[in-house]
């Protein structure tokens, strides 16, 4: 079972990790330190001990606390004192590939479009991949990690920033800068085969063919109603002959 931590020694680790170094965790905080509650939520549920971090808790902290670390402003949260916090700085050197990723459902379209923002201003990528594909899965169970040619992505004119190492920024990357898996491929739908006596309705419209199973059926049919319509009218007859016998008067009124 895991250890739940005092408000106290919570509040500490909520700060390291928005004030002093969110990049490790990654997290992007906004130029004015916001970060997403849901997001940074997100975050601590991958750290060991910390799964069970809920806003309860952070409320906990700002309530009890005298001098809280961190603030909340609608569904966002920063560290109050944001000194040490990276800012968005030009990158001059740059890894030869960085990895990022994109929802499952959305690939075809960037292949297509290219990789532009989705939920913060900058495209956000990583120098490892496995930071990328943690950050993907925060967005999508299933992500599909690309890999980004920063000199190719260069020359197309696209600026990279540094947001705290592994983290790296971009205004958008252009189709053709990065590379991914293949698309799957569309499944083949079975076409259904028509047997011969279907075929032979369809080329005769208006008609109607009767097959020997047809014929079969039609005789079993014909012969059940015979049946059935004989069994009535024995059954009917011999009512009316009991209903004449009960309507004959009696021998001594004859």
């Known amino acids: 079972m895991t250890k739940r931590r005092s408000p106290e020694q919570l509040a500490k680790i909520i700060s390291y990790i928005l004030e002093r170094n969110p990049s490790e965790f990654g997290l992007v905080p906004a130029p004015d330190g916001f970060v997403k ?3 940074f939520l997100k975050a601590l549920s991958e750290e060991e001990g910390l799964k069970y971090v809920r806003i309860s808790d952070i409320n906990e902290i700002l309530i009890t606390l005298p001098n809280p670390p961190v603030e909340i ?13 990276p800012e968005f700085i030009l990158a001059h050197t740059l890894p030869k590939i960085l990895y990022t990723c994109v929802r499952e459902k959305a690939y075809p379209i960037v292949l297509e479009k290219g990789i ?3 939920g913060f201003s900058h495209v956000i990528l990583s120098s490892e991949p496995a930071m990328a594909e943690r950050m993907g899965k925060r967005k999508d169970p299933t992500p599909v990690l690309l890999v980004v040619q920063t000199q190719k992505s260069v020359d197309n004119g696209i600026t990279f920033y540094e947001a705290g190492e592994p983290i790296y920024l971009a205004e958008s990357i252009p189709a053709g800068c990065f590379a991914g898996p293949a698309l799957p491929k569309p499944k083949d739908v079975p076409v259904k085969q028509k047997t011969p006596e279907k075929e032979a309705l369809e080329k005769i419209p208006g008609s109607f063919l009767m097959t020997l ?3 079969k059926d039609f005789d079993k049919a014909a012969l059940w109603k015979k049946k059935r319509k004989g069994a009535g009218r024995e059954k009917a007859q011999q009512k009316d002959k009991k209903w004449r ?3 004959e008067p009696p021998p001594w009124r004859q």
């Not at 609608?74 to 944001?82: C, E, P, T, V, W």
């Open 37 to 39: 509650i849901k997001e």
């Open 73 to 85: 402003s609608g569904n966002q949260i920063r560290a109050k004192h944001r000194r040490a916090s």
């Open 116 to 118: 532009f923002p989705m």
């Open 213 to 215: 199973k047809d014929s």
């Open 245 to 247: 016998q009960k309507r």
